[in-house]
């Protein structure tokens, strides 16, 4: 499931190609995905010239003229790709948005756990898809006191909280255990017992390892690729994740893989505390 750095990926490589472009024509060819499409889906889109392109959370934004956003989110195994008119489309190919250089935007999703929707851009903050998201890791604002505040109090494994949205934006299964390790942290610890010092560390953890990946263009664990249809290459980073039983690089301990709220975690169960 792409999460936060395959997502950026993607919106770096789309933005150059659609800032600026008009829409000439969608060719929706679904009634729905995880969702239905919103009423005139097409029509909306269709000669609206393109202003932006950005990222909250897991979702692509793709700002146009008339002040509607289009609001896209890959699920599991969502691609949007840009490139040359295909000569055929393919089975999963749902929606293809024509551009006016010729170019066409294709986004292509097996399992169809993704959806796009169309929301005014002054309503982002307050839309019921994006109200409840905690803060951007990768923003200024964010650090130990973000995360001590949003911790405090609470009972549950770290691992959950991290992957609770309300907390951080974006952060999935694979950056969650790779950044528990980076800070040192057992993915088992009460979350309300991190604080200050741990909590600095555990927030700048988040940020290194976001950082890399979105360096390396994201992880392509199963069906991840970029706008331009490549893999990422930031599997091959791995410490903990996917690595039962492989030595730690720090102190040789074998990997453990444990279930967590029905995910498996990865971790040093000598390292991390
Ligand atoms: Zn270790």
Same mark, same amino acid.
Not at 7 to 33: F, K, N, Y
Not at 103 to 113: E, G, I, L, P
Not at 114 to 126: H, K, N, S
């Given at each position: 499931?792409?999460?936060?750095?395959? *997502?950026?990926? #993607? *919106?770096?490589?789309?933005?150059?190609?659609?800032?600026?472009?008009?829409?000439?024509?969608?060719?929706?060819?679904?009634?729905?995905?995880?969702?239905?499409?919103?009423?005139?889906?097409?029509?909306?889109?269709?000669?609206?010239?393109?202003?932006?392109?950005?990222?909250? $959370?897991?979702?692509?934004l793709i700002h146009l003229a008339d002040g509607n956003v289009l609001? #896209? &989110?890959?699920?599991?195994?969502?691609?949007?790709?840009? %490139?040359?008119?295909?000569? $055929?489309?393919?089975?999963?190919?749902?929606?293809?948005?024509?551009?006016?250089?010729?170019?066409?935007?294709?986004?292509?999703?097996?399992?169809?756990? %993704?959806?796009?929707?169309?929301?005014?851009?002054?309503?982002?903050?307050? &839309?019921?898809?994006f109200r409840g998201i905690g803060p951007e890791p990768l923003a200024a604002a964010f650090g130990g006191a973000v995360l001590e505040n949003a911790f405090k109090g609470r009972k549950g494994p770290i691992k959950a909280a991290l992957l609770d949205q309300r907390h951080v934006a974006g952060i999935g299964n694979i950056y969650a255990c790779e950044a528990l390790y980076l800070a040192r942290i057992s993915p088992r610890r009460r979350t309300g017992t991190i604080r200050r010092e741990r909590a600095a560390s555990l927030a700048s953890a988040i940020r290194t390892v976001l950082e890399k990946a979105v360096a390396a263009g994201g992880s392509s664990a199963r069906d991840y690729v970029n706008a331009n249809g490549e893999q990422g290459l930031f599997q091959t980073e791995w410490v903990v994740y996917d690595q039962e039983g492989e030595p730690c690089p720090s102190c040789r301990a074998p990997i453990k893989r444990i279930v967590q709220s029905g995910r498996s975690t990865f971790y040093c169960p000598k390292c991390q505390r």
């Open positions: 499931m792409p999460e936060l750095p395959e *997502v950026e990926t #993607v *919106v770096r490589g789309l933005r150059p190609h659609l800032v600026g472009r008009t829409i000439a024509s969608v060719d929706q060819r679904r009634r729905d995905l995880r969702e239905k499409f919103p009423a005139r889906f097409a029509a909306r889109l269709e000669g609206q010239r393109i202003t932006g392109v950005e990222r909250r $959370a897991k979702y692509i609001v #896209v &989110h890959l699920g599991m195994t969502g691609q949007l790709v840009i %490139g040359a008119k295909p000569n $055929a489309l393919g089975l999963h190919d749902h929606v293809v948005i024509a551009l006016d250089d010729g170019r066409v935007m294709r986004f292509n999703d097996v399992r169809r756990f %993704g959806l796009m929707d169309i929301v005014p851009a002054a309503a982002l903050t307050t &839309h019921k898809r």
